[in-house]
T-cell receptor, first 115, second 113 residues
Framework: NAGVTQTPKFRILKIGQSMTLQCAQDMNHNYMYWYRQDPGMGLKLIYY???????DKGEVPNGYNVSRSTTEDFPLRLELAAPSQTSVYFCASSPPQGGGADTQYFGPGTRLTVL | GDSVTQMEGPVTLSEEAFLTINCTYT??????LFWYVQYPGEGLQLLLK?????DKGSNKGFEATYRKETTSFHLEKGSVQVSDSAVYFCALSPSYNTDKLIFGTGTRLQVFP
């Protein structure tokens, strides 16, 4: 049971490049989340999903896209990278039954730098 | 809107020292309050929580009490260890959306032998 895994751990992009941050969980959780943490700031919700085929915007969705074709995977896509997207990205998941904020399990994060 | 404010780090302590990391919040209604910890190279883990006023959350020697009158949820530990070195995040879950988490900025704790 690996929990929540994220790849890559680190990445440097040039302005305008695209990339996909991968997130997978093996706990059969329905809910999945993407957060970003800017230097000196708290985590902010980018997108979330309550199940396969269902996604919704969080607090800071601009510049990102997500898809949820399976229960296990929740990739985050950056189409045209900008320096403002330099951040640490965390993926999380939680079960729906009796779910709540305290049941979120986090991945180790992806550190992205856009130059 | 709802928000969490926590003390800036890093907090540097010697082993066996007393730890306090301050956290205050702004929220409507009665949020749930949490402390998460992130050890080097790992994801955030729930450390403790409290869901109503005067509740005390505790785990691994850490404690925090939900103080409605001062809107605070300070984290304390009586005797820290080197293995407690990590980043600590205070967070709240609003009463109007219990699946949502609002985080503070995190406080890095460094404990030296």
């Amino acid at each position: 049971n690996a929990g929540v895994t994220q790849t890559p751990k680190f990445r440097i992009l040039k302005i305008g490049q695209s990339m996909t941050l991968q997130c997978a969980q093996d706990m059969n959780h329905n809910y999945m989340y993407w957060y970003r943490q800017d230097p000196g700031m708290g985590l902010k919700l980018i997108y979330y999903s309550v199940g396969a085929g269902i996604t919704d915007k969080g607090e800071v969705p601009n510049g990102y896209n997500v898809s949820r074709s399976t229960t296990e995977d929740f990739p985050l896509r950056l189409e045209l990278a900008a320096p403002s997207q330099t951040s640490v990205y965390f993926c999380a998941s939680s079960p729906p039954q009796g779910g709540g904020a305290d049941t979120q399990y986090f991945g180790p994060g992806t550190r992205l730098t856009v130059l | 809107g709802d928000s969490v404010t926590q003390m800036e780090g890093p907090v540097t302590l010697s082993e066996e020292a007393f730890l306090t990391i301050n956290c205050t919040y702004t929220a409507t209604g009665y949020p749930s309050l949490f402390w998460y910890v992130q050890y080097p190279g790992e994801g955030l883990q729930l450390l403790l929580k409290a869901t109503k006023a005067d509740d005390k959350g505790s785990n691994k020697g850490f404690e925090a009490t939900y103080r409605k009158e001062t809107t605070s949820f300070h984290l304390e530990k009586g005797s820290v260890q080197v293995s407690d070195s990590a980043v600590y995040f205070c967070a709240l879950s609003p009463s109007y959306n219990t699946d949502k988490l609002i985080f503070g900025t995190g406080t890095r704790l460094q404990v030296f032998p």
